[in-house]
Nanobody
Framework: VQLQASGGGLVQAGGSLRLSCAAS????????VAWFRQAPGKEREFVAA?????YYADSVKGRFTISGDNAKNTVDLQMNSLKPEDSAVYSC?????????????????WGQGTQVTVSS
């Protein structure tokens, strides 16, 4: 099972980016797929999760949208109204089943991170 994250970059505050997490070896329809982020000197934090339903951290609610595409086997994170404090390395993670887990330790499969930098 592998996850491949893509779509990071540099954007000005107020701008948008779309991250994509492509899964292979396991259908996302059988998983909970989550995005986490980690800024320098800070702990990794939960951003959003998808398993048919969606669940968001309060800090991104109303600005970020997570969506899954069973046909493409991907889970995307659309990030709008970005703020400098959203800058971090974003990683996608997956676990079998449908759970509203926000703890990174509950997700056994991880993709590589993608850098998101928001300039002020």
């Amino acid at each position: 099972v592998q996850l491949q994250a893509s779509g990071g970059g540099l954007v000005q505050a107020g701008g948008s980016l779309r991250l994509s997490c492509a899964a292979s070896g396991l259908p996302v329809s059988r998983c909970t797929v989550a995005w986490f982020r980690q800024a320098p000197g800070k702990e990794r934090e939960f951003v959003a999760a998808w398993s048919g339903w969606t669940y968001y951290a309060d800090s991104v609610k109303g600005r970020f949208t997570i969506s899954g595409d069973n046909a493409k086997n991907t889970v995307d994170l659309q990030m709008n109204s970005l703020k400098p404090e959203d800058s971090a390395v974003y990683s996608c993670a997956a676990r079998l089943g449908s759970y509203t887990d926000t703890s990174s330790s509950e997700y056994p499969v991880w993709g590589q991170g993608t850098q998101v930098t928001v300039s002020s």
